[in-house]
């Protein structure tokens, strides 16, 4: 295998090759820069001149290989083809240029071939007219002769991608040069950082990431989260209106806050979106929005809150007024602190609060989103002493895999520095512990058993996956029948949706849940 790189750098004139190799000279040790210019002789004779001229340059190259150096090429033979496809010498470099190109494929190094290009055309006259740009008498620079080099440098490496994506050992990058140049250093910087210092991909780059990839997949959201955000997309985006604009950067460091603060919103939509949706779709959620400043969106929160679905409503005071107060709407100032959207909750069943073990420490970050009637908790907890307390409209929330003190009907948890928790366990309950963990099913009739233990004198809710048969059971084990509980029933809730509910529920149960349908 290589142990070193072989970096080409090709594209038009003004697209900034002497930048990116500078660059890649600085950031890449033990690396060699070369820059050529080809030949000037336009004549057939100068084709002679460049095809010895190449093959020395792959013969040297050649005897590079394993030897612990990086090489940067600012063009090479490929530069060749480039001009003579566009006419600017006298021959057709096309049959030396297909022999050097699968020769230069089949060199013992990492190899990586950048092709430069501005997607702003116009910074191409800008480039080319600056002081101190080298003339040369082969090609006179203009507009028009980079974009052509630039078509012809997108069918060139569209050509060679086909013909070597394959290989182990080959990589193709395009870089837009019209953009920032810190972006580009970064692309760069991404680029050159995609493997080990041996030049391999190391299997744990392509492992590690796979079953948070997967698990992401199978808990994608399939409802509307708890607490959906509206947000006024082409209203902002629109606008030339300062006081709006302002009222935007407000309300938005607002939110910004409120979710550092531990709000757990991770679900947005625009208003445009918003006016279309059938008031159905957010039963089960609380409304974030700022003053809206389409009169039909304050409407359909009018008439979302007539249905018993809470509104927070947020914006500077002067904004605030020009809305009138209607039931179900609580109303709160964006230049206050962002605390008050959280505690705000409370007046809708939600309550969540931290302990934390010194002031000034930030709380967990929460979002929370809705799957195959389950609520799915992804948390990030930048210091792991803060403990969280939770309080929702149907209770404290059971996480599973977890086990919990519940304290005044709040469930308590110290998570980890990151957890991702799945939720069908809701308690009304004093105090205790209770636990909540996954069970061997060993019944073929039910593929997962969840084990809670604990209760005392709670209500319970249990909430099981769409179209799957389940069963609360009191058996003690779950490789015994399992003997439904007659304590549970069947809860068709207009606003939660399809649940078991048990009272006055003490000891352990066992939540069988079945085979999707």
Not at 59 to 80: A, G, Q
Not at 325 to 332: D, E, H, P, Q, T
Request: charged share 25%; glycine share 6%; with cysteine.
């Amino acid at each position: 295998m290589a142990n070193s790189k072989l970096i080409i750098v090709e594209g038009p004139q003004g697209a900034g090759k002497t930048t990116i190799t500078d660059y890649i000279r600085k950031r890449l040790p033990y690396t060699n820069l070369y820059r050529l210019s080809g030949t000037n002789d336009i004549t057939e004779a100068g084709k002679i001149k460049a095809t010895e001229m190449y093959y020395d340059l792959l013969d040297y190259i050649k005897k590079l290989e394993n030897k612990s150096i990086n090489l940067v090429f600012d063009r090479t033979f490929f530069t060749e083809e480039i001009y003579c496809r566009m006419g600017k010498k006298a021959y057709s470099f096309t049959d030396i240029y297909t022999a050097l190109e699968e020769k230069f494929f089949d060199l013992d190094f990492e190899i990586y071939y950048i092709t430069l290009f501005l997607e702003d055309e116009q910074e191409y006259e800008r480039r080319l007219n600056r002081p101190g740009k080298a003339v040369f008498a082969a090609s006179k620079f203009s507009i028009e002769n980079s974009i052509q080099q630039q078509r012809e440098y997108f069918n060139l490496i569209n050509s060679m991608y086909n013909k070597y994506v394959d290989k182990d050992n080959v990589y193709f990058f395009t870089i837009d040069t019209s953009k920032p140049i810190e972006q580009t250093y970064q692309m760069l910087d991404n680029i050159l950082s995609i493997d080990n210092s041996y030049g391999g991909m190391p299997d744990a780059c392509v492992n590690e990431p796979l079953p948070h990839i997967l698990k992401a997949e199978k808990d994608a959201a399939d409802e509307p989260a708890p607490l959906v955000w509206i947000y006024p997309m082409r209203e902002y985006t629109t606008s030339h209106d300062a006081e709006l604009l302002r009222e935007m950067n407000i309300g938005d460091n607002y939110i910004c806050d409120a979710i550092n603060d531990g709000l757990p919103l991770c679900c947005v939509v625009s208003t445009d979106n918003f006016i279309r949706h059938d008031l159905s779709v957010y039963k089960k959620s609380i409304i974030i929005s700022p003053v809206p400043e389409n009169f039909k969106v304050l409407e359909k929160l009018m008439s979302l809150a007539k249905y018993g679905i809470g509104v927070l409503m947020y914006g500077t005071l002067q904004k605030l007024e020009s809305v009138q107060s209607f039931r179900g709407l609580i109303k709160l100032n964006s230049t206050e602190n962002a605390k008050c959207l959280r505690e705000a909750l409370s007046e809708f069943g939600y309550s969540i609060s931290f302990t934390k073990k010194e002031e000034g420490i930030k709380p967990p970050t929460i979002g929370i989103a809705r799957k195959d009637n389950a609520l799915f908790f992804s948390v990030y907890n930048a210091n792991i002493t803060t403990d969280t307390h939770l309080k929702f409209p149907l209770g404290a929330p059971i996480l599973c895999g977890t086990d919990t003190e519940i304290t005044d009907e709040k469930s308590s948890y110290r998570f980890s520095r990151s957890e991702h928790r799945e939720c069908r366990v809701f308690v009304k309950q004093t105090d205790g512990v209770i636990s909540c963990r996954e069970a061997p099913p060993v019944n073929a009739r039910y593929r997962r058993a969840i084990k809670i233990t604990g209760l005392k004198e709670a209500t319970v809710f249990l909430f099981p996956e769409k179209g799957c048969e389940s069963v609360v059971s009191i058996a003690e084990y779950t490789d015994y029948t399992p003997k439904p509980d007659p304590r549970f029933k069947v809860v068709d809730d207009e606003t939660y949706g399809n649940y078991f509910k048990g009272e006055h529920i003490s000891g352990d149960i066992y939540f069988l849940i079945g085979y999707k349908r």
